[in-house]
T-cell receptor, first 118, second 115 residues
């Protein structure tokens, strides 16, 4: 069965310092992995996705994530936090059709709330 | 950039009433989904829809729920007799294909409050 664990429910950083949001996944098959961001009262916006191509994935707004199969991790990083990065971040796993899982539905982590202090 | 549009953004309904949540997926997408997020909990999969039929549904998606693509552009979620526990944010999503490669585009959600 597929699952995803976000190791921190809340992360607080100062503006201009690095951001690290941790995510571990469990999958019997080659997963597709995503990070989504949800700003207050807004929808889910795709930050980046990994689909078995390059293991270092660059996303929008300066975020990137590295797929590490040996560690079953897909941590999200950003070199320098901005106030506008304050939001909730979701690590998500999908197993596509034909891999013994469901037809591409997504399994969400519990989310990590990122606070950015001035 | 193409968007998934959901209406209304907020809906308040009385327990036992029927509600219909509406979504306009991205026009060339083929796969459609509903997810929900109860306050303080995980985002949960409800149902996926392809080729005018349900392709998968979760345990949450019981007989009180139904989906429809009535006119080739709208994708609706109907709850026949709402319960207090149906209060949640409901997200519609669409995808150009199955699996993660194609990505999923989400709407901004409908916040449903059952009183």
């Amino acid at each position: 069965a597929q699952s995803v664990t976000q190791l921190d429910s809340h992360v607080s950083v100062s503006e201009g310092t690095p951001v690290l949001l941790r995510c571990n996944y469990s999958s019997s098959y080659s997963p597709s992995l995503f990070w989504y961001v949800q700003h207050p009262n807004k929808g889910l916006q795709l930050l980046l996705k990994y689909t078995s191509a390059a293991t270092l994935v660059k996303g929008i707004n300066g975020f990137e994530a590295e797929f590490k199969k040996s560690e079953t991790s897909f941590h999200l990083t950003k070199p320098s936090a901005h106030m506008s990065d304050a939001a909730e971040y979701f690590c998500v796993v999908s197993v596509g059709l034909g891999y013994g899982g469901s037809q591409g539905n997504l399994i969400f982590g519990k989310g990590t709330k990122l606070s950015v202090k001035p | 950039e193409p968007e998934v549009t959901q209406t209304p953004s907020h809906q308040v309904t009385q327990m036992g009433q029927e509600v219909i949540l509406r979504c306009v997926p991205i026009s060339n997408h083929l796969y459609f989904y509903w997810y929900r997020q109860i306050l303080g909990q995980k985002v949960e999969f409800l149902v996926s829809f392809y080729n005018n039929e349900i392709s998968e549904k979760s345990e949450i998606f019981d007989d009180q729920f139904s989906v429809e693509r009535p006119d080739g552009s709208n994708f609706t979620l109907k709850i026949r007799s709402t319960k207090l526990e149906d209060s949640a944010m409901y997200f519609c999503a669409s995808s150009g294909g199955t699996g993660g490669y194609y990505g999923y585009t989400f709407g901004s959600g409908t916040r449903l409050t059952v009183v």
